[in-house]
């Protein structure tokens, strides 16, 4: 049974280190698909070392995500000529009640999108755990 400043860990460096991850991340590049598969990786890590706790690791790293976008938001991607070919300017998340032009809104859609998948990633690594201590426990007997 895990006590309640043992949570409390695992939540403060959750939150800590997904606020860095996302901060440090999107001031080196504005590529979600370099900076979503590390705060992946750190929820599935997360998720396997810390076991039936794995939601506080995971919700940790997904507050961590909003508290980076409240604090200091990632600057503003401008897309170069061959993305804007491409894909024309980017448009805002489509918020339900009339919530799409509130830039605080947008700021807090996209981190709860973007915190979702280490959250699903550090449930796959407790997943991933209970399914290696079934099979060690089958080999065993």
Do not use: K, M, N
């Given at each position: 049974m895990m006590r309640i400043g043992q949570r409390l860990v695992i939540f403060v460096a959750a939150l800590g280190l997904g606020a860095l991850v996302f901060g440090v991340g999107f001031r080196l590049t504005d590529e979600v698909l370099l900076v979503l598969p590390a705060l992946m990786l750190c929820g599935a890590c997360g998720g396997l070392?810390?076991?039936?706790?794995?939601?506080?690791?995971?919700?940790?790293?997904?507050?961590?995500?909003?508290?980076?976008?409240?604090?200091?938001?990632?600057?503003?991607?401008?897309?170069?000529?061959?993305?804007?070919?491409?894909?024309?300017?980017?448009?805002?998340?489509?918020?339900?009640?009339?919530?799409?032009?509130?830039?605080?809104?947008?700021?807090?859609?996209?981190?709860?999108?973007?915190g979702a998948f280490p959250l699903a990633?550090?449930?796959?690594?407790?997943?991933?755990?209970a399914f290696g201590q079934d099979v060690l426990a089958s080999a065993r007997s």
């Open positions: 070392v810390c076991g039936s706790r794995a939601w506080v690791w995971g919700v940790g790293l997904a507050l961590g995500v909003a508290l980076a976008q409240i604090v200091a938001p990632a600057p503003p991607y401008v897309p170069d000529a061959r993305h804007a070919a491409l894909f024309g300017s980017p448009q805002p998340l489509p918020l339900p009640f009339g919530l799409t032009g509130s830039e605080t809104a947008q700021h807090l859609a996209g981190a709860a999108l973007i990633a550090a449930l796959v690594g407790w997943a991933l755990r």
